[in-house]
């Protein structure tokens, strides 16, 4: 077991905890495997009838996967690494989801990629004032995976294209109303709702409506007709030239962001969004962004996006392909193209 994750049965509850704050509690291959096997033991264990999830302490709810490690991966042991910790975060994603008990995600802070992945299969997801939601991943050549392609396709008024390109953050009252949270309470509430939760898990959902306070007003719904309007197209140069035929401050404003991103990463969230939107099994969604992880690891835009934003922190990526023109059909078919039958994703339970 590994310090960096807290894992406690109280009373009828099963609680993870993240405990890794310097790193905004991002994922590491060990803390997956002990939430993997705490999961597997309460599943099977009729005492525990709910699972609680949340941070240890720090403004983090969980940034995502340890990015440093999958970088030198990538740099060093040609992906091998890199591809295991992506295997097997992949099956804790599948694992919560299809969990047959309920699962709270207490998404108390930065919920970034991989804390996507954790807070998204739970049926209940509570946002406060301290949330902020995104999947950067086209900032670092990497593309919004951990099921990502399941959740933001799956988003009304191409919201999740919206966010899957750009990045852009979302506060706690955005994120309820774009239905990635199931509630909204403010943080001083919370303990107070773990608490009434451990005690009569049969009654957490009128507990956290209880506990629940209106949120401010999303202020993306203010732009939700943009947004379905310019980013209606699967083509990434569709959506270019949607905002460049926009002559107002927030379409200049998206089209500058998007100027910043992968290309290559750009292209590939659409045509993960797209084929994901079509799939009837999340198993199937995750063997096809596992696919695609165990190549972009590879690709020139992963080592050099990170450098850019998190290593160097220069901001100020070389990416390869450096335009929209020159990433071609073929090399996006050949992210997508399945695996070695041997080196397919599988469920945890296989």
Not at 102 to 107: D, H, R, Y
Request: proline share 5%; glycine share 8%; net charge negative.
């Amino acid at each position: 077991m590994t310090d960096e994750v807290h894992i406690h049965t109280h009373g009828k509850a099963g609680h993870i905890s993240l405990n890794r704050p310097k790193a905004l509690h991002a994922l590491t291959l060990e803390m997956c495997h002990a939430m993997s096997a705490a999961l597997s033991k309460w599943e099977g264990d009729d005492a525990v009838e709910i699972v609680l999830l949340d941070h240890a302490e720090g403004r983090g709810f969980c940034a995502g996967g340890d990015i440093n490690v999958l970088r030198n991966s990538a740099l060093n042991d040609g992906g091998v690494s890199g591809r295991a910790f992506f295997h097997d975060e992949y099956q804790l994603n599948h694992q919560m989801f299809e969990y047959a008990k309920p699962i709270v995600a207490f998404m108390d802070g930065i919920t970034m990629g991989g804390g996507v992945g954790i807070s998204q299969p739970a049926k209940y997801r509570v946002a406060t004032e301290n949330t902020r939601f995104a999947m950067p991943e086209t900032g670092i050549g990497l593309f919004p995976d951990v099921g990502g392609g399941w959740y933001l396709s799956r988003l009304s008024g191409r919201l999740g294209q919206f966010l899957a390109l750009t990045g852009a953050r979302l506060d706690g009252a955005e994120c309820l109303w774009a239905g990635l949270a199931t509630h909204y309470l403010p943080s001083d509430k919370l303990a107070e709702a773990k608490a009434r939760i451990v005690e009569h898990p049969d009654r957490v959902g009128g507990i956290l409506a209880e506990l629940s306070v209106a949120p401010p007003e999303a202020r993306i719904a203010g732009n939700a007709d943009r947004i379905a309007k310019h980013f209606a197209s699967d083509c990434l140069e569709d959506i270019l030239a949607s905002l460049d035929a926009d002559d107002s401050e927030w379409a200049a404003k998206e089209r500058e962001t998007l100027a910043t991103k992968s290309p290559q990463t750009c292209k590939v969230a659409l045509r993960q969004l797209k084929e994901s939107s079509y799939l009837t099994d999340f198993a199937a969604n995750m063997t096809m962004e596992y696919r695609i992880a165990s190549r972009v690891l590879l690709r020139p835009d992963f080592a050099e996006g990170v450098r850019a934003v998190i290593v160097d922190k220069t901001g100020d990526p070389k990416w390869n392909p450096a335009t929209v023109k020159e990433v071609k059909k073929e090399l996006i078919d050949s992210i997508f193209a399945p695996l070695p039958t041997d080196e397919e994703w599988k469920p945890y339970d296989l």
